[in-house]
C-alpha cells in the first residue's frame, strides 16, 4: 500500500519558481519509480517528468526540459520538482504518480499510486 501527498504549488509570476514535494507513506520507497504528471483543465493528464528508482535516471518532456529538474531522497521518502522560469502554459494540477517497477513510463498507465495533486498558476 502507498500513499503519496503533493505540496508546494501556488501562485507565481512568469519566470518565477516553485519547487513541489511528494511525501510517500511506504516502507520500501526506494523500490518505486516516481513522476509528476499535470492537468488543465478540460485537457489529458499529460506526462512531466520522471525519476528511477536509485534516482540515477532522470526523464522529461520537451516542455519542460531546461527548466524542470526531478529529483528524491530516499532517506526522508520525499520527491522533489523544482520549477523554474514557469510559464503561463504550466498552470495545472501537478500530481505525484508511483510504480513498483524499473521502468520509466511517460504514460498515466504505467502507474497505479497516485496522489490528490497540488494546484499551480502562473500569471502572465
Known amino acids: 500500500q502507498v500513499q503519496l501527498v503533493e505540496s508546494g504549488g501556488g501562485l507565481v509570476q512568469a519566470g518565477g519558481s516553485l519547487r513541489l514535494s511528494c511525501a510517500a507513506s511506504?516502507?520500501?520507497?526506494?523500490?518505486?519509480?516516481i513522476s509528476w504528471f499535470r492537468q488543465a483543465p478540460g485537457k489529458e493528464r499529460d506526462f512531466v517528468a520522471t525519476?528511477?528508482?536509485?534516482?540515477?535516471?532522470?526523464y522529461y518532456a520537451d516542455s519542460v526540459k531546461g527548466r524542470f529538474t526531478i529529483s528524491r531522497d530516499n532517506a526522508k521518502n520525499t520527491v522533489y520538482l523544482q520549477m523554474n522560469n514557469l510559464k503561463p502554459e504550466d498552470t495545472a494540477l501537478y500530481y505525484c504518480?508511483?510504480?513498483?517497477?524499473?521502468?520509466?513510463?511517460?504514460?498515466?498507465?504505467?502507474?497505479?499510486?497516485w496522489g490528490q495533486g497540488t494546484q499551480v498558476t502562473v500569471s502572465s
Open positions: 525519476i528511477s528508482r536509485s534516482g540515477v535516471n532522470t
Open positions: 504518480a508511483a510504480v513498483s517497477s524499473g521502468g520509466m513510463s511517460t504514460s498515466t498507465k504505467g502507474y497505479n499510486y
Open positions: 511506504v516502507r520500501t520507497f526506494s523500490g518505486y519509480t
